[in-house]
């Protein structure tokens, strides 16, 4: 069983920064991609940001691209999604979520590709 427990929500103003971060247990972590989706109000979930087990490929999605950067660091088994110049419209619950699938990566996963999901850390950015 795999447990992620996401944290660095809050309110910010627009422009501002955050960085979230995931910890996990269980399973071997550095055998996984891992991945934050969103889910604003009303909405459907959505894919921000991936990187792969090693932690040498990332890609975003084009909302967020140039803004966000995810990391992580297998020997502490944690994530991360540093968010810079935010937008309004970047107000959602942001999860940390683990591929199903060991050592591989997809550039674009969906929702049902991820196994493991954490309950989620709350983003407001104000106007």
């Known amino acids: 069983q795999v447990q992620l427990v996401e944290s660095g929500g809050g309110l910010v103003q627009a422009g501002g920064s955050l960085r979230l971060s995931c910890a996990a247990s269980g399973r071997t972590f550095s055998n996984f991609a891992m991945a934050w989706f969103r889910q604003a109000p009303g909405k459907e979930r959505e894919f921000v940001a991936t990187?792969?087990?090693?932690?040498?490929?990332?890609y975003y999605a084009d909302a967020v691209k140039g803004r966000f950067t995810i990391s992580r660091d297998n020997a502490k088994n944690m994530v991360y999604l540093q968010m810079s110049s935010l937008k309004p419209e970047d107000t959602a619950t942001y999860y940390c979520?683990?591929?199903?699938?060991?050592?591989?990566?997809?550039?674009?996963?969906?929702?049902?590709?991820?196994?493991?999901w954490g309950k989620g850390t709350l983003v407001t950015v104000s106007s």
């Open positions: 990187i792969k087990w090693g932690g040498g490929t990332t």
């Open positions: 979520a683990q591929d199903r699938r060991p050592y591989y990566f997809d550039n674009r996963p969906e929702a049902y590709d991820m196994n493991y």
